[in-house]
C-alpha cells in the first residue's frame, strides 16, 4: 500500500517533484523523455498518463506555455496537481483525473495540441504487480499504445509532434499502429546503458505530415551527450 506519510522526493534544478503517492516512480524514460521531445513552436502541450507530473514539469521549464495532463489514477492526480501548485509554473499546468479515452470522448469537438507526451505503460505480457495501482502503471490494460495513438490522431494539431518513449520490443507494433493512424516517423533515438549493450528503450516523435525523416541516433545513459541533454534539469550536471 502507498504511504502518503512517507514523501519520496525528487529534486530537479528549478522545482522538486514528490512521488510517494504515484504508482511509479521518477525514471530515467521519463527524464530523458522530457529532455528530448521537441518543443520548437509548441505553445500547447497534452501528457497521456502524466502520473506524478514529471513530464508536464519539464515542458513547462522548457518554455511550454500550457499543459494538460490526463491521469486514471486519483492518488496520483492528487500528487501531481500538488506538484505543480508547488512549482514556478502552477498557472501552466492544469492535470484531469480520468481515464484518457473517456475524457477524449466527452469532447465534441477535440481539443488540438501542438505536441501530445507519454510515457506510456509497458510489459503487457508479464504477470500483473501485486499492488494494482503499480500494475496499471506498468501495463498497457488502460492505456495501451493503440490508444495512444488514436489520441494523437484526433488531438494533433496542425503540424502537431507526438513523442513517447518505449521498450525496444513494442517497435514493430509501434510504428505499424502509427503507420494505420496516418502518423510519419519524425525522428527516433535508441537509450542503453552501455555502448556493449543492445538498448533497451526508443525515443520517437511522429508528426501528422508527411517530412523528411531525420537519422537515427543512440543515447548511452551518463554519455557526455547524455549529460548535455539533461543538465537544465539534474542537479549534479
Same mark, same amino acid.
Given at each position: 500500500?502507498?504511504?502518503?506519510?512517507?514523501?519520496? #522526493?525528487?529534486?530537479?534544478?528549478?522545482?522538486?517533484?514528490?512521488?510517494? =503517492?504515484?504508482?511509479?516512480?521518477?525514471?530515467?524514460?521519463?527524464?530523458?523523455?522530457?529532455?528530448?521531445?521537441?518543443?520548437?513552436?509548441?505553445?500547447? /502541450?497534452?501528457?497521456?498518463?502524466?502520473?506524478?507530473?514529471?513530464?508536464?514539469?519539464?515542458? /513547462?521549464?522548457?518554455?511550454?506555455?500550457? #499543459? @494538460?495532463?490526463?491521469?486514471?489514477?486519483?492518488?496520483?492526480?492528487?500528487?501531481?496537481?500538488?506538484?505543480?501548485?508547488?512549482?514556478?509554473?502552477?498557472?501552466?499546468?492544469?492535470?484531469?483525473?480520468?481515464?484518457?479515452?473517456?475524457?477524449?470522448?466527452?469532447?465534441?469537438?477535440?481539443?488540438?495540441?501542438?505536441?501530445?507526451?507519454?510515457?506510456?505503460?509497458?510489459?503487457?505480457?508479464?504477470?500483473?504487480?501485486?499492488?494494482?495501482?503499480?500494475?496499471? /502503471? !506498468?501495463?498497457?490494460?488502460?492505456?495501451?499504445?493503440? @490508444?495512444?495513438?488514436?489520441?494523437?490522431?484526433?488531438?494533433?494539431?496542425?503540424?502537431?509532434?507526438?513523442?513517447? #518513449?518505449?521498450? @525496444?520490443? =513494442?517497435?514493430?507494433? #509501434?510504428?505499424?499502429?502509427?503507420?494505420?493512424? =496516418?502518423? &510519419?516517423?519524425?525522428?527516433?533515438?535508441?537509450? @542503453?546503458? &552501455?555502448?556493449?549493450?543492445?538498448?533497451?528503450?526508443?525515443?520517437?516523435?511522429?508528426?501528422?505530415?508527411?517530412?523528411?525523416?531525420?537519422?537515427?541516433?543512440?543515447?548511452?545513459?551518463?554519455?557526455?551527450?547524455?549529460?548535455?541533454?539533461?543538465?537544465?534539469?539534474?542537479?549534479? !550536471?
Amino acid at each position: 500500500m502507498r504511504n502518503p506519510d512517507r514523501e519520496t #522526493i525528487f529534486r530537479f534544478k528549478q522545482f522538486a517533484v514528490c512521488n510517494a =503517492r504515484s504508482a511509479m516512480k521518477i525514471g530515467t524514460d521519463s527524464v530523458s523523455l522530457g529532455a528530448w521531445a521537441p518543443v520548437d513552436c509548441v505553445r500547447t /502541450a497534452l501528457d497521456v498518463g502524466s502520473g506524478c507530473g514529471v513530464l508536464a514539469l519539464m515542458l /513547462a521549464q522548457r518554455g511550454v506555455d500550457n #499543459i @494538460t495532463g490526463v491521469e486514471i489514477d486519483p492518488e496520483a492526480v492528487a500528487e501531481s496537481r500538488l506538484n505543480a501548485a508547488a512549482s514556478p509554473w502552477a498557472g501552466r499546468i492544469e492535470i484531469e483525473e480520468g481515464d484518457a479515452t473517456e475524457w477524449s470522448h466527452r469532447q465534441s469537438t477535440p481539443l488540438l495540441y501542438d505536441l501530445i507526451v507519454s510515457n506510456p505503460p509497458y510489459f503487457s505480457s508479464e504477470l500483473m504487480s501485486p499492488e494494482q495501482a503499480r500494475a496499471t /502503471a !506498468r501495463h498497457e490494460g488502460t492505456l495501451s499504445f493503440v @490508444t495512444l495513438m488514436m489520441l494523437a490522431e484526433r488531438h494533433l494539431a496542425p503540424g502537431g509532434r507526438l513523442a513517447l #518513449i518505449a521498450p @525496444t520490443d =513494442r517497435e514493430a507494433d #509501434i510504428e505499424w499502429e502509427a503507420t494505420l493512424r =496516418r502518423l &510519419s516517423l519524425k525522428r527516433k533515438c535508441r537509450l @542503453t546503458g &552501455s555502448v556493449r549493450k543492445a538498448a533497451k528503450r526508443v525515443m520517437y516523435v511522429f508528426t501528422r505530415e508527411d517530412s523528411a525523416r531525420e537519422e537515427d541516433t543512440l543515447l548511452i545513459i551518463n554519455s557526455e551527450a547524455y549529460k548535455a541533454l539533461t543538465k537544465d534539469f539534474y542537479l549534479d !550536471r
